[in-house]
């Protein structure tokens, strides 16, 4: 049974799903679980005053993203065999337990715990949130929703900080979870009630080989990325076992998705190149457009001087230039149908706004500095969400959750690795340019890294601080001359793609672009709770 063609009348989709409030449900979910990885970056500093431990802060945020990028393929998957509802709903249960818990904390071991559990959460809002939509719309219609939620995750990871600051000094660290309850049972309410779609319950086991291997590669994946190149050198021990790791749990869950009756990850998607070339592309766009904003933040607060507050609204427009053409760019694919030349046009403006980017030294004009940063958020804007859309409009209608959870994996497993391949450039360089810039005994007992900081900036002489922000630009320019040839990989992909039109009916509304791979397993069709 599918869903039939998607229609909205004043608000009521086909289905009996308002519109309306199940979106703005959809949106607000989408940014809580969004910013629950950049929120908590301002408040460590109370935390770890608190609860003392240290040698354990950079776990808060590392286990949050090590759980949701785990669950995220999974909950795409339980989500075509149980239904999109029943999936989000538990998904975001687990997300306000764990926000709840995360908040009682009294220690730093409690915390990290109770992160998993949130993490685990959100790994299921986000593919959710991309299905739903997919399944209420056909991938043309689907456009609207799909710009709406690029400009969400944008605004998320930038308001995420000051937010987090906010109410660490108003109310106290706490509230950097808590405030995920109040909102949470909003969002609950919103899709309990008005989100009504067909329920598909397979008659197939779930499969835990590919689970269990799929999360060991991800897990080794994430801390490989997270840990090469900053904190373990590339050829330690520890990073060369969990590559080993990391390699053996992948070959063994190919193994196990070409056995499995309903693999997490169906290995025929890959036959589709409109599918693989999407993932790849979506994979560079979090490498480079998402990877590279902590380093942004850290050249307007460190070179230009701004604080934490001030460096907000001066990635602001940034930000309102990736909007613009998130938004820009979903209403013209509305209307015509063709999306092939966004993610080309952003691949190639992109190169452009990593090259401006890598000019900036401690002499540019903030104002131009910003223009630079608009170009570079514009062209991110341009693909933001569409490469989930091109997989989405190819998938057979019983893999629609599957692809949904693999793209947005793709993005995320992007950005670690983008964070870590940029910090490990970056500090790769600083050492060598604060010798060549600043007088050794002008930093006598000062930690390098420590020089990021508002307070240690402010205690140094005028040409030893001026001499400190020429140093970090220059170790800063490296990590976005890298970006280029990411982007240009990206632009190749991206020209390769075919040049398809997005279905304006659903899969069985009597148009169909491609044939579905193989014949789903025996569904039990049954309507979801309301």
Not at 20 to 45: E, H, K, N, S, W
Not at 505 to 516: L, T, Y
Request: aromatic fraction near 8%; include cysteine; proline fraction near 5%.
């Amino acid at each position: 049974m599918s869903v039939p063609t998607a229609r909205a009348t004043g608000g009521l989709h086909s289905s009996g799903t308002r519109i309306t409030p199940t979106m703005t449900g959809c949106m607000l979910a989408a940014f809580l679980a969004i910013l629950d990885t950049q929120i908590v970056a301002t408040a460590l500093p109370r935390i770890v005053g608190d609860l003392h431990g240290i040698d354990l802060f950079a776990w808060v945020t590392t286990a949050y993203v090590i759980a949701s990028s785990v669950t995220t393929p999974i909950y795409g998957k339980l989500g075509d065999l149980f239904g999109r509802k029943v999936t989000f709903l538990s998904a975001m249960t687990l997300f306000m337990v764990g926000s709840a818990l995360s908040g009682a904390s009294g220690s730093m071991e409690a915390l990290i715990i109770f992160r998993v559990v949130q993490g685990m959460g959100a790994g299921g809002i986000f593919v959710c949130v991309l299905s739903i939509i997919g399944e209420l719309f056909s991938p043309r219609e689907g456009a609207k929703y799909y710009g709406m939620f690029g400009m969400i995750f944008a605004g998320a990871s930038l308001a995420g900080p000051a937010i987090g600051g906010l109410l660490t000094d108003v109310l106290s660290w706490h509230w950097v979870f808590l405030v995920n309850l109040p909102l949470g049972a909003v969002v609950f309410f919103l899709l309990a009630k008005y989100l009504h779609l067909p329920r598909q319950v397979r008659q197939s086991r779930l499969d835990y080989a590919g689970i269990l291997t799929l999360s060991g590669a991800i897990i080794s994946l994430t801390l490989l990325t997270s840990w090469a190149g900053v904190q373990y050198a590339w050829t330690s021990p520890r990073i060369i076992g969990l590559c080993t790791t990391a390699v053996l749990c992948l070959a063994l869950f190919i193994v196990s998705e070409s056995r499995a009756d309903e693999p997490i990850v169906p290995l025929r998607l890959f036959k589709d190149s409109t599918f693989t070339l999407s993932l790849l592309g979506t994979i560079i766009c979090g490498i480079v457009f998402v990877g590279s904003v902590n380093f942004l933040a850290l050249y307007v607060q460190v070179v230009t001087g701004a604080s934490p507050t001030t460096s907000g609204f001066v990635l602001l427009p940034m930000m309102l230039g990736l909007v613009l053409s998130s938004v820009g760019s979903s209403k013209i694919i509305r209307k015509t149908g063709k999306y092939k030349v966004f993610p080309v046009a952003s691949m190639a403006l992109g190169i452009v706004g990593a090259l401006l980017l890598s000019t900036m030294d401690a002499s540019t004009p903030r104002l131009v500095s910003v223009l630079f940063m608009v170009v570079f958020g514009f062209a991110s804007g341009l693909s933001a969400q569409v490469f989930t859309q091109a997989a989405q409009n190819t998938a057979p209608p019983q893999d629609l959750g599957a692809v949904s959870g693999v793209a947005t994996f793709g993005r995320s497993f992007g950005t670690s690795i983008g964070i870590s391949l940029f910090a490990s450039i970056f500090y790769g360089h600083l050492t060598d340019e604060i010798t060549a810039h600043v007088p050794a005994a002008a930093l006598r007992g000062v930690d390098h890294e420590a020089l990021s900081s508002q307070s240690v900036l402010d205690s140094l002489a005028a040409p030893v601080r001026h001499a400190v922000e020429q140093a970090y630009a220059a170790a800063l320019t490296p990590v976005f001359v890298t970006a280029v040839p990411l982007l240009a990989a990206g632009l190749l992909i991206t020209l390769c793609m075919k040049n398809l039109t997005l279905r304006s009916q659903h899969h069985g509304g009597g148009e169909r672009e491609s044939a579905p791979a193989t014949d789903p397993a025996p569904t039990k069709a049954t309507p979801e709770a309301a």
